[in-house]
T-cell receptor
Framework: DVKVTQSSRYLVKRTGEKVFLECVQD?????MFWYRQDPGLGLRLIYF???????EKGDIPEGYSVSREKKERFSLILESASTNQTSMYLC??????????????FGNGTRLTVT | GQNIDQPTEMTATEGAIVQINCTYQ??????LFWYQQHAGEAPTFLSY????GLEEKGRFSSFLSRSKGYSYLLLKELQMKDSASYLC??????????FGKGTRLHILP
């Protein structure tokens, strides 16, 4: 079974802090994704990565950056946290672009509160 | 632009059949996924369609019409545990996967 592990289930940070959300997958997947999920807005793609050191912007990348130094790890960085970044953050992984049928496997999510 | 539409909420009765529709407009298409998400949990994969037609998997079936930009998820013999949100997602160009806002399904006894 694929396991996607997010480092924290709940996180509380102050406005202006730099925040790191970590995600690790154990299935040698090429692709990794960061989404945020908000009531009424659904899952929105922030960034994704299709290979080590490669990244592409999703639909809402403003205020975020990512890092993928190793295949199994994908980090989401909030450079200066703001209250509108309070949300549930979901990491996911999947096989690469030769496997279009490959579904996303999600971590359990990190509920981030910025005060 | 990119848009994936599905109803916000639906209600059905235990034992009945329900159909959840999804329409999409995306710049590319490499398949459509359906996920189930129970409250407080991560989404889990239900089905994938890339060719037109119906895919059946137990009580759940998913249909795709590429020419119409339309899919539906059909749930038969509804059980209380089927109360959840159902998410429609499209694999756009390359590896990008975009989600609709989800349909919250309520099952009444």
């Amino acid at each position: 079974d694929v396991k996607v592990t997010q480092s924290s289930r709940y996180l509380v940070k102050r406005t202006g802090e730099k925040v790191f959300l970590e995600c690790v997958q154990d299935m040698d997947h090429e692709n990794m994704f960061w989404y945020r999920q908000d009531p009424g807005l659904g899952l929105r793609l922030i960034y994704f990565s299709y290979d080590v050191k490669m990244k592409e912007k999703g639909d809402i990348p403003e205020g975020y950056s990512v890092s993928r130094e190793k295949k199994e790890r994908f980090s989401l960085i909030l450079e200066s946290a703001s209250t509108n970044q309070t949300s549930m953050y979901l990491c996911a992984s999947s096989q690469g672009r030769t496997s279009f049928h490959s579904p996303l496997h999600f971590g359990n999510g990190t509920r981030l509160t910025v005060t | 632009g990119q848009n994936i539409d599905q109803p916000t909420e639906m209600t059905a009765t235990e034992g009945a059949i329900v159909q959840i529709n999804c329409t999409y407009q995306t710049s590319g298409f490499n398949g459509l996924f359906w996920y189930q998400q129970h409250a407080g949990e991560a989404p889990t994969f239900l089905s994938y369609n890339v060719l037109d037609g119906l895919e059946e998997k137990g009580r759940f079936s998913s249909f795709l019409s590429r020419s119409k930009g339309y899919s539906y998820l059909l749930l038969k013999e509804l059980q209380m545990k089927d109360s959840a949100s159902y998410l429609c997602a499209v694999r756009d160009t390359g590896d990008k996967i975009i989600f609709g806002k989800g349909t919250r399904l309520h099952i009444l006894p």
